[in-house]
């Protein structure tokens, strides 16, 4: 099993910048993807980026590269999802999950979810 806790989310102005957490305990993720998503009311839930946990790569969604960033901390069993130049339309909850090491961008692939954190952005 892996629990996955995120956190970071919160009330912020067009134009400002935020980290999300996602913290993860239970089994080893070597052999996992970590990927966020976001969905907002009324709307399907969203692939924002991925990063396998072993070697690092990363994939993003064509509409965040640039904005957004996708890492890790091997020692602390966190991936991290850095958000700049926010805009009223990045409101949503964001949530992190984990799956097998496939390249997807599909949230039926992932098995492991967090609770979400909201993210809020204001004009």
């Known amino acids: 099993q892996v629990q996955l806790v995120e956190s970071g989310g919160g009330l912020v102005q067009a134009g400002d910048s935020l980290r999300l957490s996602c913290a993860a305990s239970?089994?080893?993720?070597?052999?996992?993807?970590v990927a966020w998503f976001r969905q907002a009311p009324g709307k399907e839930r969203e692939f924002v980026a991925r990063i396998s946990w072993a070697g690092g790569s990363t994939y993003y969604a064509d509409s965040f590269k640039g904005r957004f960033t996708i890492s890790r901390d091997n020692a602390k069993n966190t991936v991290y999802l850095q958000m700049n130049s926010l805009k009223p339309e990045d409101t949503a909850v964001y949530y992190c999950a984990a799956g097998a090491l496939v390249a997807t961008m599909s949230p039926y692939r992932y098995v492991y979810w967090g609770q979400g954190t909201q993210v809020t952005v204001s004009s």
């Open positions: 239970g089994r080893s993720l070597s052999s996992l993807t």
